[in-house]
């Protein structure tokens, strides 16, 4: 059975950095052609996606935030990190990872999310 | 950048209705197309995968078609635990794209 499960601060102040970490179990980062990828929604908003790191160490980067994003794997740990900088409210949203199976992408299995809100 | 707009925004519908969403792209994407469902409060699922293949365990009354900007879902017999947003979402090997999602309510 595939799961993945982010966790992180629920609350970060305007300016600070965000941490998030991807847990996930029944795959393996290693294994060729999959990936993980972080999505998140803003309250009553679409979904935006956000990075994706390939089984190979390749990152991909959405154009309008890739100048804040880092998206990082331990693959011995069957983990992935994401990390955005200088956080702001419209920010707040929940943050979603999920695993892409084969290249190229889709996203076949997703955690249940986390929460964060940008608030001072 | 490539944009994934669908229409319509909000459809209202009755159980067993035949529903049908659209979504377009604004350069072609051949048929690398997914859609999920959301419910609220809950994660998106993956309905169907390379514009028509269907996800393992999605019912077949969900089926997808189309290719290169303009694609469908279709819904044959709507039943009560299909209400739900959906989205389409473009995906390539470099950036992933999501439509702005299509509520289907009572």
Redesign the interface.
Known sequence: QITLKESGPTLVKPTQTLTLTCTFSGFSLSSGGVGV?W?RQPPGK????LA?IYWDGDK?Y??SLKSRLTITKDTSRNQVVLTMTNMDPVDTATY?C?RGPT???????????TTVTVSS | ?IQMTQSPSTLSASVRDRVTITCRASQSISS?L?W?Q?KPG?????LI??ASSL?SGVPSRFSGSGSGTEFTLTISSLQPDDFATY?C?H???????????TKVEI
């Open positions: 990828g999505i679409a979904l935006e996606w994706l991909r959405s154009p979603y999920a290249i190229p992408i889709f996203l076949d299995v997703w955690g249940q999310g | 950048d690398w997914a999920y959301q809950k994660a998106p699922k993956l995968y390379k996800e989205y979402q995906y390539n090997s470099y950036s992933w794209t999501f439509g702005q999602g």
